[in-house]
Nanobody, 114 residues
Framework: QVKIVESGGGLLQPGGSLTLSCTASGYPFSDFAMAWYRQAPGKVRVEIATIGTIRDLQTYDESVKGRFTASRDNGKNTAYLQMNNLQYEDTAVYLC???????WGEGTQVTVAA
């Protein structure tokens, strides 16, 4: 059974940091790049970061470049998203998705508030 579980979200103040986890099972984790998305209230889902399978190459949306870092531990079937200097506009549900699949978890909520 394939399963994707995001965790690590929370409520924090502007300027804070948080690390999200994406734990997967039921498919060959290391064979797929992992994409991170976020969906803010009333807005479409946007891809913000990816980490590949070759040399862990990463790409980032301009909105998070320099603040967020994607990584992965294939031995743990887990991908991570380190988020620094969080701002109000980072408030969203964060989800991960193995590239080229239609596998999704429920996401984890990140709320940035004073």
């Amino acid at each position: 059974q394939v399963k994707i579980v995001e965790s690590g979200g929370g409520l924090l103040q502007p300027g804070g940091s948080l690390t999200l986890s994406c734990t997967a099972s039921g498919y060959p984790f290391s064979d797929f790049a992992m994409a991170w998305y976020r969906q803010a209230p009333g807005k479409v889902r946007v891809e913000i970061a990816t980490i590949g399978t070759i040399r862990d190459l990463q790409t980032y949306d301009e909105s998070v470049k320099g603040r967020f870092t994607a990584s992965r531990d294939n031995g743990k079937n887990t991908a991570y998203l380190q988020m620094n200097n969080l701002q109000y506009e980072d408030t969203a549900v964060y989800l991960c998705n193995p590239r080229t699949t239609n596998l999704w978890g429920e996401g984890t909520q990140v709320t940035v508030a004073a």
